[in-house]
């Protein structure tokens, strides 16, 4: 979408204040940076250690040792449209069908489900609508999906259409807030609500609640983890930012003071220790732009620059980009051992998941009025293979399982 400069969005403020995703922020936010923020409430007690295992045992049994000869299997999540319903399955990686469903998730009509795999199981955690609130903000509620069993709602409050984030030890965190006072009607009608916004940690066996980062604005986005770190996107009135948040103690170190409030499409490349994202250019708002931030020095690189806003980036496993280069032509990896040009023809190409010995990403091929497509990319060779999934529904990727569990 093509702004005459920063200061015209075209979105309205009812609009934007009911999707808080990152694409949607086109709004008036420039100026400087403040004082790094802190906290200014004592740390919630700590999460029992037995929430924070990967599962209770109570949750999930020992997984059996894979078979690293052998494709992997993802469990990804089907919604039909409109309806109130998704359902869980497992789906071996090149398999000629998708597996039955594993469990249902009950949720708002049409809602928007978006999950992660619990690192080294077969859990799931989930975000759907479940409050049927006029404001769409935080109408979201978190739940953990277990194969054969029925899901567990552990919260809610959280942000309309957000992903959890499963760190590798197995923590879980989400995005959650409460709505603040809408704007005067006279006043510049550009100007949006600012909310009350935390980052929180969710014990998986209890439900259990402590909040490790709070921010008044209009955005706080897990963007990833680091050196078990939190990476958090920040959008306020006057500024966007990019923070490391200790989930432990609270501390807050800014990384990138002032950067356009468009960024998007975030991904971790953990052995150059750097945050990759998309972001609109600073001067040229018809030029979308893919950086490359250091975590540890701040430093930023421009990698790529495209009239296109659909490059949805991502750090290639073992070195590289990934990303679609122009208009809608596939996707497109630099900088990696393996050719991959457009494997499944024209479309967007967005990886979804990692595996947990990085052999194997996996994506989703949309095209204009078409269910996306789940496929898979070996990392080593440029392999793909299908994903299968049921017919007819929209699809949200969780992640690589582990390989069944032992009776």
């Not at 993802?74 to 469990?103: D, S, Y």
């Not at 965190?173 to 009350?196: I, T, W």
């Not at 789940?374 to 007819?392: L, Q």
Request: neutral net charge.
């Amino acid at each position: 979408m093509r702004l005459s400069s920063y200061a015209r969005s075209p979105l309205t403020r009812r609009r934007l204040n009911r999707i808080a995703l990152p694409c949607a922020l086109l709004a008036a936010l420039t100026g400087t940076m403040m004082a790094v923020l802190a906290d200014g409430d004592a740390p919630a007690p700590a999460i029992s250690r037995v929430g924070r295992l990967l599962v209770p045992t109570a949750v999930a049994a020992p997984a059996a040792p894979a078979d690293p000869s052998a494709p992997p299997s993802v469990a990804i999540l089907a919604t039909p449209p409109g309806a109130a319903r998704t359902t869980l399955h497992i789906a071996p990686v090149g398999g000629a069908k998708a597996g039955p469903a594993l469990a249902t998730l009950r949720h708002l009509s049409d809602a928007v489900v978006r999950a992660r795999v619990v690192p080294r199981t077969r859990l799931v955690v989930a975000t759907a609508e479940t409050s049927p609130t006029r404001d769409r903000s935080f109408n979201a509620s978190l739940f953990r999906i277990q194969p054969g069993a029925e899901p567990v709602a552990l919260c809610d409050g959280v942000v309309h259409a957000s992903r959890p984030l499963v760190t590798a030890a197995g923590r879980v965190f989400v995005s959650r807030g409460a709505a603040g006072p809408e704007p005067e009607p006279d006043n510049n009608p550009a100007q949006l609500r600012v909310d009350a916004l935390t980052i929180d940690e969710v014990d998986l066996a209890t439900g259990a609640i402590r909040t490790v980062h709070r921010h008044t604005g209009h955005l706080a986005f897990l963007a990833g983890e680091w050196n078990s770190e939190l990476v958090l996107y920040r959008v306020s009135p006057a500024s966007a930012d990019i923070v490391l948040v200790d989930p432990d103690s609270g501390a807050t170190r800014v990384i990138a003071p002032s950067i356009p409030p468009f960024a998007r499409d975030f991904s971790i490349d953990a052995a150059a220790g750097a945050l990759v994202f998309q972001e609109r250019h600073e001067t040229d708002p018809g030029t979308w732009v893919i950086d490359r931030l250091d975590l540890a020095r701040g430093k930023r690189t421009r990698l790529e620059a495209s009239a296109s806003h659909g490059l949805a980036p991502y750090a290639w496993p073992g070195g590289g980009l990934a990303y679609t280069p122009e208009r809608a032509t596939g996707l497109f990896v630099v900088g990696a051992r393996a050719t991959i040009r457009s494997p499944l023809g024209p479309g967007i190409d967005a990886i979804q998941a990692v595996s947990q010995d990085a052999a194997w990403v996996a994506a989703l091929h949309t095209n204009p009025s078409a269910f996306a497509v789940p496929f898979a990319i070996r990392v080593e060779s440029g392999e793909v293979a299908t994903i299968p999934a049921p017919p007819g529904a929209r699809i949200a990727v969780a992640g690589f399982t582990a390989a069944k569990e032992e009776p």
